[in-house]
C-alpha cells in the first residue's frame, strides 16, 4: 500500500470560508486514510453532508466526536442529548462507511504500520483545574468570574448521566477494555478530540478553559497503550509536540479568524504516517 495516514480536525464547516476549505481537502493517492478529530460542526446535516463529502474522496474516513458534534443547537432539527446523540451520530456515520469509536480499530499497513489506528472519545472531567483551584467547583467558579466559560456548560447535555465527568469517567473505562483487547505486538496511533496529556493546554491563552480540554485520567494512556503518534484537536494551536518520546500531532483547522491570521491559505491535512517524507 503506498497511500499516507492523514489527520484534520476542528472544520468547523457552519463557516463558509471553512467550508471551502473543506471542499479542496482532497488525497494524495486512492490509498490515503483521513483521521477527523472531531467538531466537524454543531448541526447534524452538516456533520453528515461534509463527512460523506470526505468519504468518497479517502479510502477510509476515521471519525472522533468533538464537542460541537455533542451540542444540542436549538437550530438543530435533531433534538436528541447526550449519549443518544451520540448514538445517532455513531449510526450516521456507519450509513456513511465512516468509523468511529465504536467499531473494531483498523489495522493501517501501509508505510510505517502495521499500526493500530483507535478513535477514542474520552471527553473531560473538569480535572485540568484552573490554576489556584483545587475542585471543579472552585475551578468552575473562576472560569465564570473571569468571563470564560465553554458553550458545553449550556449545549452539551450529559444524559442519562448526572453529569460530564460522569459520561467521561464511563467513555474511560470502556475504553481500557477496548484498548487492552488490541494486539500489543502493534503500535497505536490514539485519536481524541481532546489532548490525552495537560501539557498542550499550557499554551492556552485564557488557562481557565483547560477545564473543558481533557482528564488526568488518561496522562499516561500514550505510553500504556504504545502510541506511535497522538492525534488531536479541540485547542486550535495546531502545531507538533513529544511528550515522553511519543508524536502527538494537534490538526486543528479552526476558526476563519484564527486561520486568516496566519496569512496563508490553511492546509490543514497533516501527513501522521506513510506517504512520501
Ligand atoms: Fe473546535
Ligand atoms: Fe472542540
Redesign the pocket.
Known amino acids: 500500500m503506498t497511500g499516507a495516514l492523514y489527520a484534520v480536525s ?1 472544520l468547523h464547516v457552519s463557516y463558509p470560508e471553512n467550508r471551502a476549505v473543506v471542499d479542496g481537502l482532497r488525497p494524495e493517492s486512492a490509498d490515503d486514510w483521513l483521521i477527523v478529530a ?2 466537524v460542526g454543531e448541526l447534524f446535516a452538516d456533520i453528515e453532508r461534509t463527512l460523506a463529502q470526505l468519504r468518497d474522496r479517502f479510502a477510509r474516513v476515521v471519525w472522533a466526536p ?3 458534534e455533542l451540542w444540542t443547537h436549538p437550530t438543530d432539527p435533531v433534538t436528541l442529548r447526550g449519549v443518544a446523540r451520540y448514538e445517532a451520530l455513531v449510526a450516521m456515520c456507519r450509513g456513511l462507511g465512516v468509523l468511529t469509536p465504536e467499531d473494531d480499530y483498523p489495522v493501517w499497513q501501509g508505510a510505517d504500520g502495521p499500526v493500530t489506528v483507535a478513535p477514542l472519545f474520552l471527553l473531560y472531567d473538569y480535572s485540568f483545574r484552573a490554576p489556584g483551584t483545587s475542585t471543579k467547583e472552585e475551578s468552575l467558579r473562576v472560569a465564570y468570574e473571569s468571563g470564560v466559560v465553554c458553550t458545553d456548560e449550556m449545549l452539551l447535555h450529559p444524559d442519562p448521566y448526572p453529569d460530564r465527568e460522569s459520561w467521561c469517567w464511563a467513555r474511560l473505562a470502556a475504553t481500557e477494555r477496548r484498548l487492552a483487547a488490541t494486539d500489543p505486538a502493534l503500535p497505536t496511533v490514539l485519536i481524541n ?1 481532546w489532548p490525552l496529556v495537560r501539557q498542550p493546554t499550557d499554551v492556552l491563552w485564557f488557562p481557565e478553559f483547560a477545564q473543558w480540554c481533557g482528564t488526568e485520567r488518561s496522562a499516561d494512556w500514550h505510553v500504556r497503550h504504545r502510541a506511535a503518534v497522538a492525534v488531536y ?2 485547542l486550535h494551536i495546531p502545531r507538533t509536540t513529544h511528550y515522553d518520546g511519543v508524536r502527538f500531532e494537534e490538526v486543528s483547522l479552526g476558526y476563519p479568524r484564527e486561520w486568516g491570521r496566519r496569512g496563508d491559505e490553511p492546509r490543514p491535512m497533516r501527513r501522521i504516517l506513510g506517504g512520501a517524507p
Open positions: 476542528d472531531g467538531d468533538g464537542n460541537h478530540h484537536g479541540h
